[in-house]
């Protein structure tokens, strides 16, 4: 079974303009959620979505944004980017059964994005 | 205060040895806890997974969970140069939310 795919891997922006990344995630989950990792800061929540709704939304500026399709792929958006979004981005899907299983959260290799 | 606090090492042991990694949080609220390892510019790859109390084992990992006092650990015994990695404790509360709460990582060095 294929993991969670992101692409793109690495990629290198400037400041003020925006940056869309991609996520599929595995085959059968239907939840997606989003990560920040930087040095500093760690890892941070960002946003989850099921069934194309945002279901909860971790404490980032408007500037983030995402949304997921009706095949379960996901996008994540940043808007007039700034020096510090330089992070990595993760991507994690869920399968949201009815069992406790269905909280086991697997992540992506993520997006590398420097912003210069 | 930060809710989930784990040292950030780096903690080295020699081969072989049995390595105790641990997280303490202040949300009462929170049910599920993972155990994740991140290898250098890799993804999180989850290694345990455990709801509310108790001690579950898959391999040479054990994890336990000590709700009443909020404090959760993860052992490796005969550790391994290739379990030299960072290991980051995340844990959530609600069961329709996947909002994971990490920790900030410890990072393990096993030398040979």
């Known amino acids: 079974k294929a993991g969670v795919t992101q692409t793109p891997r690495y990629l290198i922006k400037t400041r003020g303009q925006q940056v869309t990344l991609s996520c599929s995630p595995i085959?059968?989950?239907?939840?997606v959620s989003w990560y920040q990792q930087t040095p500093g800061q760690g890892l941070q929540f960002l946003f989850e979505?099921?069934?194309?709704?945002?279901?909860n939304k971790g404490n980032f500026p408007g500037r983030f944004s995402g949304r997921q399709f009706s095949n379960s792929r996901s996008e994540m958006n940043v808007s007039t980017l700034e020096l510090g979004d330089s992070a990595l981005y993760l991507c994690?899907?869920?399968?949201?059964?009815?069992?406790?299983?269905?909280?086991?959260?697997?992540f992506g290799e993520g997006s590398w994005l420097t912003v210069v | 205060q930060k809710e989930v606090e784990q040292d950030p090492g780096p903690l080295s042991v020699p081969e072989g040895a049995i390595v105790s990694l641990n997280c303490t949080y202040s949300?009462?609220?929170?049910?599920?806890f993972m155990w994740y390892r991140q290898y250098s510019r890799k993804g999180p790859e989850l290694l345990m997974y455990?709801?509310?109390?108790g001690n579950k084992e898959d391999g040479r990992f054990t994890a336990q969970v000590d709700k009443s006092s909020k404090y959760i650990s993860l052992f490796i015994r005969d550790s391994q140069p290739s379990d030299s990695a960072t290991y980051l404790c995340?844990?959530?509360?609600?069961?329709?939310?996947?909002?994971?709460?990490f920790g900030s990582g410890t990072r393990l060095q096993v030398q040979p």
């Open positions: 994690a899907s869920s399968p949201m059964g009815q069992d406790s299983s269905g909280n086991t959260i697997y």
């Open positions: 979505y099921f069934s194309e709704t945002q279901r």
């Open positions: 085959s059968g989950h239907r939840s």
């Open positions: 455990t709801y509310s109390s």
């Open positions: 949300n009462s609220a929170f049910q599920y």
């Open positions: 995340a844990m959530s509360g609600d069961t329709g939310r996947r909002a994971l709460t």
